[in-house]
C-alpha cells in the first residue's frame, strides 16, 4: 500500500461512466494523496476530463464513488457524486479549471477573483441585504477578499493589471489567473485540467513554482490534467495513466515512467521500440 | 365520433400552414442561430400579394375550371418569387450588416422590420380586413351521422397534398444538392465553410429565400382557405410557427412540420372541445411543459454541454 | 475601392448598382404601392397607384446612388468629413460623469423650466416626460434581466401588467390605497418572476426568450377572457389616484391645493406623478447601481460571461438568475402600478408584445454597458415618437425604420463599453468587444 492510498484526500472508485454505449471510465479506482501533486495522464481520449467533471459534478457518474476527506482525522467526508456542480465548490471546497480557459472576460481581472468569493461575500452581504444597507460586516469582508485576490494576484505576478479585463491578458497569463482563481475559493482539493497547455518553457518553469508554491506553502492538494511531461515528471509525487477508460499504471513519477506498458499505451508504439521511447521519455524529464 | 374527426382534418389543414411557416423559422435559425422575427410578416406579405395577384387577373370572374387552376398557379409562383424577393432583401438590409456582431442586435432588427413590415402594409393596402371569396369549392362528405356531417373539402385536400410534397422535396434539396450541403456545412462551421470556398452569404441569403417561398406556399393557402386577411396576422401566425418549430427542435426540418401538426391539432382541439379564447393559451403552455422536460423539443438532438 | 480605378468607371458602377437597387424595389413595391386593393360592397376591387410607386422607385435609386457617389464608392467619403467636423465622441465614463448629474438636474427642474418657457404646452410636456421616465423605469428594470444577467426576457410586458393589475384590482375589491398597494405590487410582480422562472430558467438562450415571450401572452390573454375578474377587454376604470401623504389632488376643501392655500389647478397632480414617476425611476437606478457592486451584482455579471466557470466556483446559478428574474419583475411592478394609477384605466391592450420589444429595444438600442444608455434610447425614441406625430400613419415605420438603422449604426448600442464594479488603482472601462453577451 501506497502512502497515497493511507491517508487520501479524495478516493476515486470503481468510477464508470458511459455516454450511450460509448464507455468512457471503465472501473476506475485511484486515490489522491493529501498535500500532494497527482497527476493524471494518458494518450488523447482516454477519459481524463471525464474523470475531472465527475469529480467536480458536471456529469453525473453511471456507477461508482467519489469521496472527499478534507481533515486529516477523519471528521466530516463528502460523496461527490451525489452533489449538483455547485456544491462541490461551495461545500466541499473542490476548486477546478478548464482545459479551454473559462475567464470572465469582460470583467476585470480583480473582479474575477472576487466572483471566486462569491459564497463568502454573499453570508457577509447577509444576503445582499445587509450589502444594500452598507453593514460594515460586509465592508471588512469585501477588504478581506480584495487582500486575499491581492495575495494571489501578487503571486502570479498580475498585480499591475488587476484592473484590466481578463480577455486583455496575454495566454499564459490567462492560465495562471484561473489558477488564481480557482485558488480564491480556498480549496481543499485543486483540479488543473492542462494547466501548462500551450505554454512556452518559461512560463512552463513559472507554472511548476506555482503549483509547488501551492502545495508546499498551502498545504493544497493538486490533481492535474498533463500532457506536457517535463511538468509532469518534475513537479509530480504520484501518476496515474488512464488507457481507454482504464488506469494501466499507478505509482511515482519514477516508476510510471519505468513501467513498458505505460510507454507502449501512451505512445502506442511497439515492444521492441519500447527501449527508445524510454530513452526519450528520461531526455524529456531532464 | 364524428366532430372529433373533423376537428382533426381541421387541425391537420391548420397546422399544415404552420409546419411550412415554420420551416422558414426552423432554417434560418439553423443557419445563423438567431429568430427570424420578421418571418411572419414575411407570410402576411405573401398573403397580400397573393390577394393583390388574384384581384389583378380577376380570376373571382373566371368561369373556365382550367382557367381558374391555371392562374392560380399563376399566384403561387408570382407570391413565391416576390415573396422570396422580399425575404432577400430584409435579410440584405437588416441581418446582413449585423453578422458576427452583437447576438441581440439581429433580434432588434428583426423587430424592428416586422414594424416596418407592417406599418408598411397597413400604409398601402389599409388597415382593413380584406374578405374574399372563395374560389376553390366543393370537396367530400366523409361520413354523416345524426345530420352531422364531416367534410372533407378540395381546399383541404390541396393544402395536405401541397404540404407533403414541399416537405419531401425540400428534404431532398437539403440532403442531396450541392446548395443543401453547402448549408449543413454552414449550420456546422459557417468560417470552416467559407475557408473552404462555400459563399456563405450567398447560402445564407438562399436559405431566406427558400423560407420565404414555403412562407408564400402557406400563404396564399391560407388566404384561399380563409379567405379573410390583414395587416396583423402575421404576428400571431409567426409566433404560433415559430413556437411549432421550438416545439419539434429547432434546427430540425421533420420537427418543424411535426410541431406545426401538433400546434395545429392541439389549438384546434382545444377550441372544439374546451374554450376558443384560451386556445393560445393551451398551444403555448404546451410549448413550455414540452421544453421544461424536452429542452430540445421532439426531435431536436440534445445538447451536451461541453466543459 | 482601389485608387487606380477611374472616375467614370466609378460613376457607371454606382450608376448600374443604383439601377439594380431599383428594380428589387420595384418588386418590392410593385404590387403593394402600384395596386391597391380595395374591399367594396360588390367585392374586391383595384386602384392603380403609378405614379406613387414611380416615386418610391425612384426614392430608392437615387438614394442609392447619391449614397454610392458620395459615401460608398469615393475615396473621401461625405460621412468621414462629418465625423471629422464633428468634435469627437465622448467616451462613456467621463461623458457619463458630466452628461448624468446634468440630465439628472434637468429631471428635477423640469417642472419649473416648462412653467416658466412653455407654459401653454406645460402639460403636454410633462405628460410626455412621464411616458419617458415610466419606459426609462422599464428599461432599467429590464436591464438587470438583459444586460446584467444576459437573460434575455421577452416577456417582460407580463410583470408591468401584473403590477398595474395588483393595484387596479386590490384598489376595486378592497379598496387599498396607492401607497399601500405599490410595495405589494412589486412583490407580487417578484413572485410571478420567481414562479415563472423557476421552471423556464435552465433554458437556453432562445428557448428562454421564446417561453418568456408565451408566459407574456398567456398572460394577457387570461386578462382578456376573466371578465368576472379582470373586466376583460373592457379594462378596469376609476383606478384611485394617489395622494399626497394622504392629500387628494382635488377641488375641495381637504384637497393638496387648499392645504397649501394654492389656487387649484388640475396641473398639480401631473407635476405629482412626474415626481412620483421620478424617484421611482431613480430609486430603480440606485439600487441596480448598488447591487451591480456587491456579489450578487457580480454574480449577475459572471453568470453572463461564463455559467460553466460561475457554476465551478460555487455559485447556485439557478438562485442567482432567479433573483435577476424577480428583482427586475419587482420594478416592472412598481411601474405598473404606476401606469394604472396614472392613467386611471387599464386594459390588455396596454401589456401586447409591442410593449416588451419596445422595452427591450430601449435597453440594447441604450447598450448594454450602461444605464446612462437607457436614458438616452427611452428619450430618442418615445420623444421621437412623439416629434413625428403628423407624420401620422407613417410614424410607426419611421419608428421601425429608426430601429434598423441605429442598430446596424452601433450594434452593441449607444453607451457600450462597462464600468468595473471594482477597482484597485484605476477604474477602466472595458471594451464592448470583450464584454460577454449571455447565452439566454
Known amino acids: 500500500m501506497s502512502h497515497w492510498d493511507e491517508n487520501p484526500v479524495l478516493s476515486v472508485e470503481h468510477l464508470t461512466m458511459r455516454f450511450g454505449g460509448l464507455v468512457a471510465i471503465d472501473d476506475l479506482s485511484f486515490s489522491v494523496g493529501r498535500g500532494e501533486i497527482t497527476a493524471l495522464i494518458g494518450p488523447n481520449g482516454a477519459g481524463k476530463t471525464t474523470v475531472f467533471n465527475c469529480i467536480t459534478g458536471f456529469y453525473k457518474p453511471t456507477e461508482g464513488r467519489i469521496t472527499l476527506h478534507p481533515h486529516v482525522d477523519g471528521g466530516e467526508t463528502f460523496l461527490l457524486e451525489r452533489m449538483a456542480d455547485h456544491e462541490i465548490a461551495r461545500e466541499a471546497h473542490v476548486a477546478r479549471t478548464f482545459q479551454n480557459i473559462r475567464l470572465f472576460g469582460g470583467m476585470t481581472v480583480l473582479e474575477n477573483l472576487m466572483v471566486a468569493q462569491h459564497n463568502e461575500l454573499m453570508k457577509a452581504s447577509a444576503w445582499t441585504i445587509g450589502g444594500v444597507l452598507g453593514i460594515s460586516g460586509f465592508r471588512s469582508a469585501e477588504h478581506e477578499a480584495m487582500d486575499r485576490a491581492k495575495y494571489w494576484l501578487d503571486h502570479i505576478g498580475l498585480l499591475d493589471r488587476a484592473d484590466d479585463p481578463a480577455a486583455d491578458l496575454p495566454y499564459g497569463a490567462q492560465r495562471r489567473l484561473e489558477i488564481a482563481r480557482a485558488m480564491c475559493t480556498e480549496p481543499v482539493l485543486l483540479c488543473l485540467d492542462e494547466p501548462a497547455a500551450g505554454l512556452n518553457p518559461r512560463e512552463s518553469n513559472q507554472l511548476n513554482e506555482l503549483l509547488r508554491y501551492i502545495r508546499n506553502e498551502h498545504g493544497i492538494s493538486i490533481l492535474l490534467i498533463e500532457h506536457d511531461m517535463s511538468v509532469v515528471m518534475q513537479i509530480s509525487d504520484h501518476v496515474v495513466v488512464l488507457d481507454y477508460g482504464c488506469k494501466i499504471s499507478d505509482g511515482t513519477a519514477e516508476e510510471v515512467r519505468n513501467d513498458p506498458s505505460v510507454i507502449a499505451a501512451y505512445l502506442g508504439v511497439e515492444d521492441d521500440e519500447v527501449e527508445d521511447v524510454e530513452a526519450e521519455v528520461e531526455g524529456a524529464a531532464k | 365520433m364524428e366532430y372529433f374527426v373533423q376537428q382533426l382534418i381541421n387541425g391537420i389543414t391548420t397546422g399544415s400552414i404552420y409546419g411550412l411557416i415554420a420551416i422558414g423559422y426552423t432554417m434560418v435559425y439553423g443557419i445563423i442561430g438567431m429568430i427570424n422575427f420578421a418571418h411572419g410578416e414575411i407570410f402576411m406579405l405573401s398573403t397580400f400579394i397573393a390577394l393583390i395577384v388574384i384581384t389583378a387577373l380577376g380570376i373571382l370572374g373566371m368561369s373556365s375550371v382550367a382557367l381558374i387552376i391555371f392562374a392560380l398557379l399563376l399566384v403561387l409562383v408570382v407570391a413565391m418569387v416576390l415573396t422570396a424577393v422580399w425575404g432577400w432583401a430584409v435579410e440584405r438590409i437588416a441581418y446582413r450588416p449585423l453578422r458576427g456582431s452583437f447576438r441581440l442586435a439581429p433580434l432588434i432588427t428583426a423587430i424592428g422590420m416586422s414594424i416596418v413590415l407592417q406599418n408598411f402594409v397597413q400604409i398601402t393596402q389599409g388597415a382593413r380586413v380584406k374578405p374574399l371569396q372563395p374560389i376553390v369549392s366543393g370537396g367530400y362528405t366523409l361520413m354523416e351521422k345524426d345530420g352531422f356531417q364531416v367534410a372533407l373539402s378540395n381546399m383541404q385536400i390541396i393544402i395536405v397534398v401541397l404540404t407533403v410534397g414541399l416537405m419531401t422535396a425540400f428534404s431532398l434539396i437539403i440532403a442531396r444538392t450541392p446548395l443543401g450541403r453547402a448549408q449543413r456545412a454552414c449550420e456546422q462551421d459557417r468560417r470552416m465553410a467559407s475557408l473552404l470556398g462555400i459563399n456563405v452569404d450567398r447560402t445564407i441569403s438562399l436559405t431566406f429565400v427558400m423560407g420565404a417561398m414555403l412562407a408564400a406556399v402557406a400563404g396564399v393557402m391560407y388566404l384561399l382557405n380563409y379567405g379573410v386577411i390583414d395587416f396583423y396576422i402575421g404576428f400571431v401566425a409567426g409566433v404560433k410557427a415559430f413556437t411549432a418549430a421550438v416545439l419539434g427542435g429547432i434546427g430540425s426540418l421533420p420537427g418543424a412540420m411535426l410541431g406545426g401538426l401538433l400546434i395545429g391539432l392541439i389549438e384546434t382541439f382545444w377550441s372544439a372541445y374546451f374554450s376558443v379564447e384560451y386556445k393560445d393559451v393551451a398551444a403555448f403552455s404546451i410549448l413550455a411543459i414540452v421544453l421544461i422536460f424536452l429542452p430540445s423539443g421532439l426531435l431536436g438532438k440534445p445538447e451536451v454541454e461541453k466543459v | ?440
Open chain 3, 1 to 440: 475601392m482601389t485608387a487606380n480605378v477611374s472616375a467614370s468607371d466609378r460613376f457607371a458602377g454606382s450608376v448600374k448598382d443604383a439601377a439594380i437597387a431599383g428594380a428589387i424595389a420595384l418588386g418590392l413595391f410593385g404590387p403593394f404601392i402600384g395596386l391597391r386593393t380595395t374591399a367594396d360592397i360588390g367585392g374586391l376591387g383595384i386602384n392603380t397607384r403609378w405614379g406613387a410607386l414611380a416615386i418610391a422607385v425612384g426614392v430608392v435609386f437615387l438614394g442609392r446612388l447619391l449614397l454610392n457617389l458620395f459615401v460608398w464608392r469615393t475615396d473621401n467619403p461625405i460621412t468621414g468629413m462629418i465625423a471629422r467636423a464633428m468634435p469627437k465622441a465622448p467616451a462613456g465614463g467621463k461623458f457619463g460623469k458630466v452628461f448624468g448629474p446634468l440630465m439628472l438636474a434637468l429631471a428635477f427642474l423640469l417642472p419649473a423650466i416648462t412653467a416658466y418657457m412653455f407654459p401653454q404646452h406645460n402639460r403636454y410636456i410633462l405628460d410626455l416626460a412621464i411616458l419617458v421616465l415610466t419606459y426609462v423605469m422599464l428599461g432599467w428594470g429590464l436591464y438587470i434581466v438583459v444586460g446584467l444577467a444576459g437573460l434575455l426576457d421577452l416577456g417582460y410586458v407580463a410583470f408591468y401588467a401584473v403590477g398595474a393589475y395588483s393595484y387596479a384590482l386590490l384598489a376595486q375589491y378592497f379598496g387599498w390605497s396607492f401607497w399601500l398597494c405599490l410595495p405589494v405590487a412589486g412583490i407580487l410582480a417578484a413572485m410571478w418572476g420567481v414562479t415563472l422562472g423557476f421552471p423556464v430558467l435552465r433554458l437556453r438562450g432562445d428557448y428562454l426568450a421564446i417561453v418568456t415571450l408565451a408566459f407574456g401572452e398567456i398572460i394577457r390573454v387570461v386578462l382578456l377572457n376573466w371578465y368576472n375578474f379582470t373586466g376583460g377587454p373592457n379594462g378596469i376604470s376609476g383606478i384611485p389616484r394617489p395622494s399626497f401623504f394622504g392629500l387628494e389632488f382635488s377641488r375641495d376643501e381637504n384637497g393638496f391645493a387648499a392645504f397649501f392655500g394654492l389656487d387649484y389647478s388640475a396641473i398639480h397632480r401631473i407635476i405629482f406623478l412626474y415626481y412620483l414617476i421620478l424617484i421611482l425611476a431613480l430609486i430603480t437606478n440606485l439600487v441596480t447601481l448598488r447591487l451591480r457592486r456587491l456579489p450578487i451584482g457580480r454574480a449577475w455579471e459572471a453568470l453572463r460571461e461564463d455559467e460553466i466557470a460561475c457554476r465551478s466556483l460555487g455559485i447556485n446559478t439557478r438562485n442567482t438568475k432567479l433573483t435577476a428574474f424577480a428583482i427586475g419583475a419587482m420594478f416592472g411592478g412598481f411601474a405598473g402600478s404606476f401606469f394604472a394609477t396614472r392613467q386611471g384605466f387599464i386594459s390588455p391592450e396596454s401589456f401586447v408584445f409591442m410593449e416588451s420589444a419596445l422595452i427591450l429595444a430601449i435597453v440594447v438600442l441604450g447598450g448594454l454597458g450602461s444605464q446612462l444608455g437607457v436614458v438616452i434610447a427611452a428619450v430618442v425614441m418615445i420623444g421621437g415618437f412623439e416629434l413625428f406625430r403628423d407624420l401620422a400613419e407613417y410614424r410607426m415605420l419611421v419608428f421601425g425604420l429608426a430601429m434598423v438603422l441605429i442598430m446596424v449604426w452601433r450594434p452593441r448600442g449607444l453607451i457600450s463599453s462597462r464600468q468595473p464594479s471594482v477597482f484597485l488603482k484605476e477604474r477602466k472601462a472595458v471594451g464592448a468587444e470583450l464584454v460577454g453577451e449571455g447565452h439566454g
